[in-house]
């Protein structure tokens, strides 16, 4: 079972340019995660959020939870072609440790 | 930078046969964990071993696949018989920490292509 969904599915923008995706999830959480896949590698995890946080950045990487809305969003500042993967988000579920991931978002970096 | 090692990187096989994939996890890392990733899907926990133990196999198609870690480092995930829609990518990950996924990021590996014919 997939608990997070992001958004939008695919997303497509010029070299420079920022990108924002989003993720919205269903139940109570620990903490979530962020990760990329660059097309048929492994996923590299990014960033985790604990859930009493609000915001985090890790360089060009800014992320955001909002618990009230069951959401989160990844900003990539200045993005640039090698951040052409897909992205995903992952939690651990209500009292459960599985960590759950979404669909993705691929994003494409043009130059 | 360490890192978690697969393979084969690619197999294919005719179905009703038998597939077997290894993983090597991080040194010193406690919890190995095998999931598949279908195509433009995100990727499903199959098993999760703390050291030699399983402590979540709830989505493991039991009549088919096993996993084993046997000295807890090293670990293989099974099929048999494979099925066409078990063509998927089987990534392996380990991470540092006890107790559960959620507060230790996860160190995935490159993954197991596998394409049943």
């Known amino acids: 079972s997939q608990q997070g969904e992001e958004d939008p599915q695919a997303l497509s923008i010029q070299e420079g340019e920022n990108a924002t995706m989003n993720c919205s999830y269903k139940t109570s959480i620990n903490n979530l995660q962020w990760y990329r896949q660059n097309s048929g590698r492994g996923l590299v995890h990014l960033i985790l959020?604990?859930?009493?946080?609000r915001e985090k950045h890790s360089g060009r990487l800014r992320v955001t939870l909002d618990t009230s809305k069951k959401s989160s969003s990844l900003l990539i500042t200045a993005s640039r072609a090698a951040d052409t993967a897909s992205y995903f988000c992952a939690q651990t579920q209500g009292g459960s440790e599985k960590l759950v991931f979404g669909k993705g978002t691929k994003l494409t970096v043009n130059p | 930078e360490a890192e978690v090692a697969q393979s084969p990187r690619y197999k294919i096989t005719e179905k009703s046969q038998a597939v077997a994939f290894w993983c090597d996890p991080i040194s010193g890392h406690a919890t190995l964990y095998w999931y598949r990733q279908i195509l433009g899907q995100g990727p499903e926990l199959l098993v999760q071993?703390?050291?030699?133990?399983?402590?979540?196999d709830s989505q493991l198609p039991k009549d088919r696949f096993s996993a084993e870690r046997l000295k807890g480092v090293d670990s293989t995930l099974k099929i048999q018989p494979a099925e066409l829609g078990d063509s998927a990518m089987y990534l392996c990950?380990?991470?540092?920490?006890?107790?559960?996924?959620?507060?230790?990021?996860?160190?995935f590996g490159n993954g197991t292509r596998l394409t049943v014919t």
């Open positions: 959020i604990r859930s009493n946080e």
């Open positions: 071993f703390q050291d030699e133990s399983v402590v979540d």
């Open positions: 990950a380990s991470s540092l920490g006890y107790g559960g996924q959620g507060n230790s990021p996860l160190h």
